[in-house]
């Protein structure tokens, strides 16, 4: 294997895991035993006024997850993004035997 399709594997197991980071649903479990869905890493499927009906609390603990969320899956999405940017235009070299 090449280095430059290993870079592409790399960068794209990278990319890959950093979008499936970003894009899982968060859920946070109330005293009750009840799930409280905090949507995923970009906030679509949380439901703030059902989130606040259980308690005010969870909006900014949910608001909290996400930014963490943000904060593992950006730099992996990122950095994935840069080896596959950085394989497909580095040169190709030519090998003779």
């Known amino acids: 294997m090449s280095v430059r399709t290993f870079a592409v594997v790399v960068g794209l197991a990278f990319l890959l895991g950093g979008g499936a980071i970003l894009f899982v649903m968060l859920a946070v479990?109330?005293?009750?035993?009840?799930?409280?869905?905090?949507?995923?890493?970009?906030?679509?499927?949380?439901d703030q006024p059902a989130a606040a009906a259980v308690s005010p609390a969870y909006v900014d603990i949910c608001a909290d997850l996400r930014h963490?969320?943000?904060?593992?899956?950006?730099?992996?999405?990122?950095?994935?993004a840069l080896l596959l940017i950085g394989s497909l235009v580095a040169p190709r070299t030519s090998t003779r035997r």
């Open 68 to 80: 963490r969320r943000l904060l593992w899956s950006l730099p992996l999405i990122g950095f994935g």
């Open 29 to 46: 479990e109330a005293p009750n035993g009840a799930l409280v869905p905090c949507g995923n890493g970009l906030g679509f499927g949380f």
